[in-house]
């Protein structure tokens, strides 16, 4: 069995973690141990039935279960963070050595990965995606880089990929797992899985530890606002990340809500939302079809559609000038008059094409 301890920094494993008054003491009773304030000042009815003068608890009983209900794992397998970028940094911070220990990137995709490894000192090794087949990630070359490289710790890999859209075949997955064993994790952000009909790398987790999978509410959850992720891994490596966090990462108005948006019928809401996306983004795909503006289109299966045309600059600058925000990827190795368009509501997608139309007439 892969001993993940070898592979974090020995500092955070000699790291005896700071016990705040939530977590080394029940919050019953007269509570006289945390310096709080012994009443709210919040009189507005919105905040009715929240403690907010006393600390929340630091990974919320109630939500934990509910997200280990949503993501059909154990509860002993799930960390829950503020999004999905505090999990990615609580990584890089408990396995990476500045200047000795290094991630893995597959270009393009999600900026935070790069930045996060930036702050903490990591090095960054990148093995790029095949433009030529819709972004895949090159399985063979990626999983030779691991194996040469005694440094790497983290491998970062997205399915569905940010900002292409493509998915990760689970047969490659499986491959890159193997080439990972005893050298490295293997982080796979699936921050948009719940757009596409891929099941979650959830279930594998028992297998191999040395898989992380990232959730969030953020994104097919319609919860941005709330800033609620989930590092879903073997709880060797949530006890790991324990020792780093902050006390009490989630506010009690942000758990409230958490509970709030995924309670009741929230699944059927959720349903209904994912219908709405899969059509806004036909319709969106249909409309960009023949556009002379339009080089290429990669449709992807998330709730997003990168498009490659004439002067990405122009035309986001154009759109902006009307309303209408879509963002600019051309600073981004590869993606050089690259766009990347949010699917919306039916209203606001009404309001793009006639935006986009009147580009094209310019």
């Known amino acids: 069995m892969m001993d993940i301890q070898q592979l974090a920094r020995p500092e955070i494993l000699s790291l005896e973690p700071y016990e705040s008054a939530r977590s080394s003491a029940a919050a019953d009773g007269v509570l006289l141990n945390a310096n709080e304030a012994p009443f709210t000042l919040a009189g507005d009815p919105a905040f009715e039935g929240l403690a907010l003068n006393r600390y929340p608890q630091p990974q919320p009983a109630e939500l934990k279960r509910r997200l ?15 999004g999905s970028d505090e999990g990615i940094d609580l990584l890089l911070r408990v396995f990476c050595r500045a200047g ?21 000192g990591a090095a960054v090794v990148s093995v790029p995606r095949t433009e030529d087949n819709d972004w895949q990630i090159d399985v063979e070359a990626l999983c030779s880089t691991i194996k040469a490289s005694a440094a790497c710790r983290l491998v970062f890999l997205t399915s569905p990929n940010n900002p292409t859209g493509d998915l990760l075949a689970p047969g490659s997955l499986l491959r890159i797992l193997a080439a990972c064993e005893d050298r490295a994790l293997v982080v796979l952000d699936e921050a948009y899985i719940e757009f596409c009909d891929m099941q979650s790398a959830c279930g594998l987790i028992s297998q191999y530890p ?4 990232l959730r ?42 958490a509970m709030q948006v995924t309670g009741g019928d929230a699944p059927g809401q959720q349903a209904a ?6 059509n806004g983004k ?4 249909d409309f960009l079809g023949g556009r002379s503006w339009v080089s290429r289109v990669w449709p992807g299966v998330a709730n997003f559609v990168l498009v490659g045309v004439d002067d990405a600059g122009a035309l986001v600058a154009f759109c902006a000038d009307a309303g209408v925000r879509i963002r600019d990827f051309s600073s981004t190795p590869r993606l050089n008059n690259c766009v990347r368009i949010t ?3 039916p209203s606001e997608m009404s309001i793009l094409k006639t935006t986009l139309m009147a580009y094209g007439d310019r």
């Open 210 to 213: 040395q898989l992380v999978v």
């Open 68 to 82: 280990a209900d949503i993501y059909a794992v154990d509860e002993a397998n799930l960390l829950v963070t503020r």
């Open 273 to 278: 939302l994912l219908d709405l996306i899969r």
């Open 100 to 120: 000795r220990d290094a991630m893995i990137e597959c270009p393009p995709c999600f900026g935070m990965y790069r930045i996060a490894a930036a702050i903490q």
């Open 216 to 257: 969030t509410l953020s994104k097919a959850w319609a919860a941005a606002g709330l800033r609620c992720g989930t590092v879903i891994a073997d709880p060797v490596v949530i006890s790991l990340l324990k020792r780093v966090m902050a006390p009490y990462p989630l506010s009690s108005t942000s758990i409230d809500a």
């Open 343 to 345: 699917i919306g509501s």
């Open 282 to 285: 036909r319709d969106l795909l």
